[in-house]
């Protein structure tokens, strides 16, 4: 697998904050990161009239900038290089894309507040600009990764998820469950029964898992877990089974076997990425 070495990280000032550097300290120690970039946008474009003549005089970059620098190392205790980059940009996504891009990030650590009221969301734009892994982080995510779901389609396209999930387990004590979500076909359903049909699909599941593992060639422990649902409920089946208590990290490609254009992203992953998850998701590109 590629190697995580840089590694981006969007804040906004907002109490999510700590939980990313924190978070971000402890994948950049887990992966051995080298370099880890502090991002904050200001958008004085959205300051209002009535403060603008108050902040006229005051350079913002400089205070928000010392403000970062002090909870960035309170926070982060990974042996990595660490920098806080402040600018001002419209759009958060395009400022995120260009320092992505300028310092080779392999992977970007983004705060998942869609289930908090009053705040912003990270555009699922990003999920189509950057080149490299996303990472979103809820406010309440622990710090630690003991357990995770890796989701497949057995598709050439998922085998890049398990490159990322071995590097997180390599020498430590960490579960990895590899899902898939299966549907038993409907068009037959007025000559055959579901009921008569199940068995057949579930046997025929197993044997796509275990070639499916000889051709990774994986040599960490990972344990099969499928689910019964429709294809284009995929990405629903699995956010009604998995437990926040029980999961910490939800691993998916960016595209599956559905997907043709390599620009494209699986419309699974797309609505996990939008959806309220508690635990931190991991988009592979």
């Not at 406010?139 to 398990?162: C, L, M, P, Y």
């Not at 070639?211 to 089946?237: C, D, M, Q, V, W």
């Not at 029980?246 to 997907?259: A, E, I, P, Q």
């Amino acid at each position: 697998m590629k190697k995580i070495k840089n590694i981006l990280v969007a804040l906004d000032l907002s109490e999510i904050d700590e939980t990313l550097i924190k978070y971000a300290s402890f994948i950049a120690d887990r992966l051995k990161a080298e370099n880890v970039y502090f991002v904050h946008n200001i958008k004085k474009y959205e300051i209002s009239e009535l403060f603008s003549e108050h902040l006229k005089d005051v350079n913002l970059d400089e205070i928000i900038g010392e403000e970062l620098n002090e909870k960035v190392e309170e926070h982060f205790k990974a042996n990595a290089n660490w920098e806080v980059l402040i600018s001002e940009d419209p759009y958060s996504e395009s400022l995120i894309k260009y320092i992505a891009d300028k310092y080779a990030i392999n992977l970007a650590i983004v705060g998942n507040k869609k289930h908090e009221k009053g705040t912003g969301v990270v555009s699922s734009k990003l999920l189509r600009l950057l080149r490299c892994d996303i990472l979103t982080v809820p406010r309440n995510a622990k710090v630690q990764i003991e357990t995770i779901w890796a989701g497949t389609d057995f598709s050439h396209d998922s085998r890049k998820v398990f490159r990322v999930t071995k590097d997180l387990q390599e020498g430590h004590d960490t579960q990895l469950k590899m899902v898939h979500v299966y549907s038993v076909p409907v068009q037959f359903s007025p000559y055959v029964s579901a009921d008569s049909m199940a068995p057949k699909v579930e046997k025929h599941v197993g044997e796509k898992f275990d070639k499916f593992l000889k051709k990774l060639n994986y040599s960490e422990p990972i344990e099969p877990l499928s689910f019964l649902g429709r294809e284009s409920g995929a990405a629903r089946k699995i956010l009604n089974n998995i437990d926040p208590s029980k999961v910490d990290l939800l691993v998916v490609s960016d595209k599956g076997g559905n997907t043709f254009s390599p620009f494209a992203v699986g419309s699974v992953t797309e609505e996990l990425f939008n959806a309220n998850l508690e635990i931190p998701l991991w988009v592979v590109k």
